[in-house]
C-alpha cells in the first residue's frame, strides 16, 4: 500500500511546469522560508516560548530520533527501488529514507504552535512540505506519516518543560 500511494502521488508529476517548480520549492527551499518565519515569530514576545519549543523540538526530532532511526532501519529511497518514477528532485543519497527529516521538522515547528493562530496554517505548511517531498520522488508516504508521529510526540513531551511553574 505505501508503494500504491507514493506512485499515487509521484504520477502527478511530470505533467505541469508550474506544479513540478512548486512541488521542488516545498520539497527543497520551503524548510528555510519555514524556518525564517518561526525565528521571525520571536519578536512578538506572547510566541517566544512557542518559538523556543518549535526550535527544540526540531532539533530533538531531527538529530537525534530520526537520526537514529534512519541509521538502525536504512530503508531505501523510492528512486532507488521504484520503477519509472518521477524524480524531480536530484537526491544522491542513498538508503535513510525512513523517517523523513524534513517532515519531522516541519510538523515539529507547527506542533509547537498548537494553540494558537498559526497551528492550523502551520499543519497545512507542513502537510504542503512534507507531500512535496513524496511528489518529488525522494520520500515514501510511510517516511512522512513516521515523522509526523516523532513530531507530535517530541512537541507534547517537550511542552512540558515550557509550562509556567504553578504558583502557591
Known amino acids: 500500500m505505501n508503494q500504491q500511494i507514493f506512485l499515487a ?7 505541469s511546469q508550474f506544479f513540478d517548480t512548486l512541488g521542488v520549492f516545498f520539497a527543497e527551499k520551503f ?4 524556518a525564517i518565519i518561526i525565528v521571525a515569530l520571536w519578536l512578538d514576545k506572547r510566541l517566544r516560548t512557542h518559538v ?4 527544540l523540538a526540531a532539533a530533538v526530532s531531527r ?9 538502525i532501519v536504512n530503508h531505501p529511497r523510492p528512486y532507488e527501488i521504484v520503477a519509472n518514477i518521477h524524480q524531480l ?6 538508503g535513510m529514507s ?10 515539529s515547528f ?7 493562530k498559526y497551528f492550523w496554517p502551520f499543519i497545512i505548511l507542513a502537510s504542503l512540505g512534507s507531500l512535496a517531498r513524496v511528489y518529488v520522488g525522494v520520500h515514501f508516504p510511510i517516511d512522512i506519516a513516521a515523522s509526523v508521529i516523532i513530531a507530535a510526540v517530541i ?7 515550557f509550562k509556567k511553574p504553578i504558583s502557591s
Open 31 to 34: 524548510l528555510y522560508v519555514f
Open 110 to 116: 507547527a506542533f509547537a504552535f498548537y494553540g494558537t
Open 155 to 161: 512537541a507534547a513531551a517537550l511542552r512540558g518543560l
Open 98 to 107: 525512513f523517517p523523513s527529516g524534513h517532515t519531522v521538522i516541519y510538523f
Open 52 to 55: 523556543y519549543l518549535a526550535v
Open 9 to 15: 502521488i509521484n504520477g502527478l508529476a511530470g505533467r
Open 89 to 94: 528532485l536530484a537526491d544522491n543519497e542513498h
Open 63 to 71: 538529530l537525534f530520533i530520526v537520526e537514529v532511526i534512519k541509521r
